[in-house]
């Protein structure tokens, strides 16, 4: 799903001048949308979980701009259907979640979540302990952020970078589905739904996508 600059670049001030983030005003949006298409008889919670870079805490001579890897933690944040409106967007809300991710990193990757793992004696009989059990998130936000050109672009003739896009598979033990987000040197930002057939309908999947690009467009245009 591809959100134009000028739609992208509304939505980045608009969570500026609400004070929070782009990450944060895109969880909190989704969380209306899928609760917007569950039952409001039988959900009235959703569980997000958010990836966090650690690249930032890091040793630079041992991880540095030319390595890849997945040095990454993560957060959970409940979200409640809402009493009024559940379409009536709440920067509220996307504070929190803000303010939610803001903690997570200021643990650094001593008291990270994923530092936890160290104390797992056995990984794939911690995974396979998770068949059949209820996951722990309804859907997963992943924001790679905005993509800055590297040294080579800016010389005379040097190449470019346009549309970009960031996927991940569907999570086996994790949420429901996932949406990985990146924005490009064209400065539209693309927004990748992943999900595992069988756990999640693809049919409902498209509908929530329909609906996330409709209610981007009605926050920018408010």
């Known amino acids: 799903m591809k959100v134009p600059r000028e739609t992208t670049n509304r939505l980045i001030q608009l969570s500026r001048e609400n004070k929070t983030s782009l990450t944060a005003t895109l969880e909190t949006l989704l969380a209306g949308v899928v609760f917007s298409h569950l039952p409001e008889?039988?959900?009235d919670r959703v569980v997000s979980n958010g990836a966090i870079s650690l690249r930032r805490f890091l040793p630079y001579d041992v991880v540095d701009d030319?390595?890849?890897?997945a040095w990454v933690t993560g957060y959970e944040f409940e979200h409640r259907r809402p009493k009024a409106d559940p379409t009536e967007f709440s920067w509220s809300e996307a504070r929190q979640v803000r303010q939610r991710i803001a903690d997570?990193?200021?643990?650094k990757r001593s008291d990270a979540t994923s530092a936890l793992l160290r104390w797992v004696s056995d990984i794939p009989k911690w995974f396979?302990?998770?068949?059949g059990t209820e996951r722990g998130g309804t859907f997963e936000v992943s924001n790679l952020g905005v993509y800055?050109?590297?040294p080579a672009q800016s010389r005379d003739g040097g190449w470019n970078i346009g549309k970009m896009v960031f996927s991940q598979c569907g999570s086996v033990a994790g949420s429901g589905f996932s949406v990985s987000v990146v924005t490009g040197g064209d400065g539209c930002m693309t927004?990748?739904?992943?999900w595992l057939e069988g756990i999640v309908g693809g049919v409902w999947v498209e509908n929530?996508?329909?609906?996330?690009?409709?209610?981007?467009?009605?926050?920018?245009?408010?």
């Open 41 to 43: 008889s039988t959900v």
């Open 66 to 69: 030319d390595k890849i890897g």
């Open 104 to 107: 997570e990193l200021a643990k």
């Open 128 to 131: 396979l302990e998770k068949e």
């Open 148 to 150: 800055k050109p590297g």
């Open 191 to 194: 927004l990748a739904f992943s």
């Open 208 to 222: 929530v996508i329909d609906s996330t690009r409709q209610r981007i467009d009605d926050l920018v245009s408010q």
